[in-house]
């Protein structure tokens, strides 16, 4: 039960999955295992790790959102979290988190604001859980998707992202992150600010501690991580005027973005086509057919529809 609620948690699931997780989830509210679960996997993200010795969560409980599964954006789920804090301090002071779900469904954006003023504008498909008001030393967040954050200034408290691979730390800065289980690229563009990035790459862990003007990229297939240099004041956010930046980035995550941000399908029919890069930036709030019109230009790429799927193939 613990691995699967961190894989939901990290968005490594199958939608069918993620169903059965939620439905589980609502059904079994008094669960001892579920409850078991929910303790350690929070334990071990939220408590730093010189913390952790002698400490433990005392209680889990799970409380409905009230809406439906079907709802677009839905706070699916509220988890309140009873745990030990203030170690330091030697006095045992019990919090109470109440951890909420939103889901941003294809096609559409969402703004949220948490407990400190943090200000996040999530994309399309995205997912975040955070907790309804920030209790301990840190500030963190589950996130999968593309997300523009301006993160209030708290030094005493550093900002967390956890998403699969890649965990961002910062204290307070404006930077555009995205990270979707679903596609081979984790991509942090960062504006203003610092913000230290820990990446686990196969079999090591490797930190960078980023610059404004970088755009860092992690590739998961390959283990490659680069980091690059850009200019933020020529940078439109997707929430701005739903512009669209791909920078180097291969067709099929490119594909990707385009279904969530136009909420249709679009299937690659070939891997070189899935492989290939592309550089293209659209500020104009181009439809699909505009979109695909330029970048098969160059006589590289086939578009073809049938019915509401569209067909991409190399020429």
Known sequence: MKDLLHK???????????????????????????????RDLFDECLVPERKRVGHSVPWVRIALGGLPFAAAVALLILIPVSYKAGMDAGVNQVASIEWIEVNVPFGEKQTITLS??????????????YPAEFTGESRTVFMDGEAFLDVAKDPAHPFTIKSQNVDITVLGTSFNFRNFAQERTAELLLMEGSVEACVSIPNDTRTVRLKPGDKMRYNREDGKMDIERFAPSGYKAFYEDNSLHFFDMEMA??????????????????EELAS??????FTNNETLDQILSVMSSDGKMRVRRSGKTIYLQSK
């Open 8 to 38: 939901y948690f990290f968005d490594r699931l199958s939608l069918r999955e993620e169903k059965e997780v939620q439905e589980y989830i609502c059904t079994n509210k008094e669960s001892e295992e579920l409850n078991a679960a929910l």
């Open 116 to 129: 400190d003023g943090t200000i996040l504008h999530l994309n399309s498909g995205s997912r975040l859980t």
């Open 253 to 270: 995550d490119i594909a990707k973005e385009l279904s969530r941000r136009f909420n249709c399908e679009i299937v690659i029919m070939d």
């Open 276 to 281: 290939r890069r592309y550089f293209s930036i």
